[in-house]
């Protein structure tokens, strides 16, 4: 079964500055990622995904990530932090369709980094 | 605007009651999905349902139940028989089941009193 680790539980960073959160997956298959965004009490936006092709995404406000199969890694950047952009981040991966290697079928949550801004 | 709605927004329930959840999409999606979230817990599934009539477990599904007798709607009950219900409970939909974006609700949060 796939898993996600995020090894920050909490990021501070000044805002201007860059950001990275780290994410971590394991699967034995292609793997399917995604960044979700939650603002306190609502549910989850997505940021980007990754399914193939270049293996660095854009995703909407400002945000990239780059899949690194080597390092199993699918790490968030932004080059210059808002004050908005406080909040919940959460990292995901995905069973392809019609992959039958255990797991139920949904996203696989890591259990978030939580971003608070500096001003 | 398509979309998913859950509701209650907020729930309380005495222990012992049962509670049913709602979630209703209108975005034409086959697969629905209920996460549990818990404080550094992140979200764990707790059913997910790929076509109308049919559901199965996710990694926490005990003490939970659910339905799908439309493809728009995929309610959850949550039953007496789970021991620590209060959480913040968010239903997704996708196109189709795999991998696939998920869109997610506001969520419900219940405490039980």
């Known amino acids: 079964a796939q898993s996600v680790t995020q090894p920050d539980i909490h990021i501070t960073v000044s805002e201007g500055a860059s950001l990275e959160l780290r994410c971590n997956y394991s699967?034995?298959?292609?793997?399917?990622l995604f960044w979700y965004v939650q603002s306190p009490g609502q549910g989850l936006q997505l940021l980007l995904k990754?399914?193939?092709?270049?293996?660095l995404v854009q995703g909407i406000k400002g945000f990239e990530a780059e899949f690194k199969r080597s390092q199993s890694s699918f790490n968030l950047r932004k080059p210059s932090v808002h004050w908005s952009d406080a909040a919940e981040y959460f990292c995901?991966?995905?069973?392809?369709?019609?992959?039958?290697?255990?797991?139920?079928?949904?996203?696989?949550f890591g259990k978030g980094t939580h971003l608070i801004i500096q001003p | 605007d398509g979309g998913i709605t859950q509701s209650p927004k907020y729930l309380f329930r005495k222990e012992g009651q049962n509670v049913t959840l709602s979630c209703e999409q209108n975005?034409?999606?086959?697969?629905m999905y209920w996460y549990r979230q818990d404080p550094g817990q992140g979200l764990r599934l707790i059913y997910y349902?790929?076509?109308?009539?049919?559901?199965q477990k996710g990694d926490i599904a005990e003490g939970y139940s659910v339905s799908r007798e439309k493809k728009e709607s995929f309610p959850l009950t949550v039953t007496s028989a789970q021991k620590n219900p209060t959480a913040f409970y968010l239903c997704?939909?996708?196109?189709?089941?795999?991998?696939?974006?998920?869109?997610f609700g506001a969520g419900s949060r219940l405490t039980v009193l």
């Open positions: 349902s790929q076509i109308v009539n049919d559901f």
């Open positions: 990754y399914f193939s092709g270049d293996t």
């Open positions: 995901a991966v995905g069973v392809e369709a019609g992959y039958s290697g255990g797991g139920a079928d949904g996203l696989t």
């Open positions: 699967y034995g298959a292609t793997p399917y």
């Open positions: 997704a939909s996708s196109p189709s089941s795999g991998a696939n974006v998920l869109t």
């Open positions: 975005l034409n999606h086959d697969a």
